[in-house]
């Protein structure tokens, strides 16, 4: 420590810090950081997760009957709003704003329904949607009227009332079976799932649903494609795995779906949902077939590699994720097996262990003040790419972030921060610089 304290009082506050940093390191280092939330209503299993903004939120399934739950608090709390609903499974929660919105509905083995909400859930309306023999997985609106659906056989439906008549839209959609489906905007769509040959499958439509594209991917056989989210208008991931071998697949366009990359750089498992916050931040969640677990992998830039956030303690499966900013995401599904085996998950860190980013391997990047009142000095003497600089809280929040810094030293203003410990991570092209520092 550069510095002698020698008033009681910052000796008291020193000695907190020494704790507060044992506990960081002794503590959270085995605690996980997606933690299952409290659901306090009967049900057996969730399928999918949406949520509106960072407070309200609806995760969908069934118990016995199609189930839809509700937050307004962030996840504390949750309330069945399935009332009025006759369901044996709902699927693809969507909604336009507090008010209004939809979620797919399956009654017995054939009849698909939508159900519209204009009171926040309080009361469902039965929408006939025309769709029979496959599950509608995916529902969009691009305003309070103009809506499109689409079902698993890839028969795709719109509404330019509100859903009050979904009509049926023709295509060239045929001998294939459709997983998921990504709503652009308006015009441009994506739907993903594997043909009749069990070759994963791509498509892109470009008019509203009507005429749709198969996409050349870089892949074998026997693979079926679960899941497709983007980032932008030019870039999207779609996620699955290879049949005959149970390893997960990940394949990136940045050119708006004209071109497809498989990652290779991927962690083990079978991936059913992604989703993106932004073009950097990403979530996979799905199962670990080596082990039987549920599994959460995690890019924090755009893709180019993929780490394990987290796997769960017991046999399980995650089927959907859902990010709402930089640190805040949510994901459901199974922990064990039978009727309470479901569960909600939820990190409002990025799902970071702060044990992770202790270990430092290089040691030529020096960081100054410590303590320090309203700023820190970088100096990078041996000049080292610097990719990104994080400053994380003890509890691992990343506080402030800053990428590709190209100078020998810089200065970072950190007046906003409370007093406390902080931890700052460069990521270097040599490697990773770790520094404990103290604020005044």
Not at 149 to 155: I, N, P, W
Not at 359 to 382: A, G, R, T
Request: aromatic share 12%; glycine share 10%; with cysteine.
């Amino acid at each position: 420590m550069q510095n002698e304290f020698i008033n009681c009082e910052m000796k008291v506050n020193i000695r907190k810090i020494i704790i507060l940093s044992c506990l960081f390191i002794g503590i959270l280092s085995v605690n996980a950081q997606w933690k299952p939330l409290e659901i306090s209503v009967d049900s057996w299993m969730f399928s999918d997760v949406f949520f509106l903004n960072k407070d309200t939120g609806y995760v969908a399934g069934h118990n016995q009957s199609g189930l839809i739950l509700k937050t307004t608090d962030g996840g504390l709390t949750w309330s069945d709003k399935s009332n009025g609903i006759v369901s044996n499974f709902l699927f693809a929660p969507f909604f336009v704003n507090v008010d209004t919105g939809y979620v797919a509905g399956l009654y017995g083995c054939f009849e698909n329904y939508i159900f519209k909400t204009t009171d926040g859930g309080e009361n469902w309306e039965l929408q006939n949607t025309g769709i029979y023999n496959n599950n509608i997985i995916g529902v969009y609106f691009s305003s309070a009227d103009s809506g499109f659906a689409m079902g698993t056989l890839g028969e795709f439906i719109q509404t330019t009332d509100g859903g009050t008549t979904w009509n049926l839209m023709q295509t060239n959609i045929s001998d294939a079976k459709i997983y998921d489906v990504q709503f652009v905007n308006k015009d441009i769509m994506f739907a993903v799932g594997a043909e009749l040959s069990s070759k994963g499958l791509i498509l892109k439509s470009n008019d509203g649903g009507r005429n749709w594209e198969k996409a050349t991917l870089p892949i074998k056989k026997d693979a079926v494609i679960q899941s497709i989210a983007s980032s932008n208008a030019d870039t999207a991931y779609a996620v699955g795995f290879y049949w005959n071998n149970d390893t997960g697949l990940i394949l990136k366009t940045n050119d708006g779906g004209s071109t497809w990359i498989e990652i290779k750089n991927r962690p083990v498992g079978i991936y059913n949902s992604v989703h993106f916050f932004n073009s950097t931040i990403g979530y996979i969640v799905g199962y670990d077939v080596e082990n039987d677990k549920a599994i959460i992998i995690a890019t924090k830039n755009g893709g180019e590699s993929w780490d394990v956030q987290q796997t769960s303690e017991e046999d399980g499966e995650y089927y959907d994720v859902f990010a709402i900013d930089e640190q805040i995401a949510y994901t459901v599904g199974r922990h064990g097996f039978g009727g309470q085996a479901r569960v909600i998950l939820k990190t409002t860190n990025g799902g970071n262990d702060p044990s992770q980013i202790i270990e430092s391997n290089i040691d030529n990047i020096y960081v100054y003040p410590n303590p320090f009142n309203d700023y820190i000095s970088v100096y990078n003497p041996l000049f080292y790419s610097i990719q990104e600089l994080v400053i994380f809280d003890v509890f691992g929040k990343r506080i402030q972030i800053l990428s590709a810094i190209n100078q020998t030293q810089v200065n970072i203003h950190l007046t906003h921060l409370n007093k406390g410990l902080y931890f700052v991570k460069i990521q270097t092209d040599k490697g990773i610089s770790i520094h404990k520092l103290i604020k005044n």
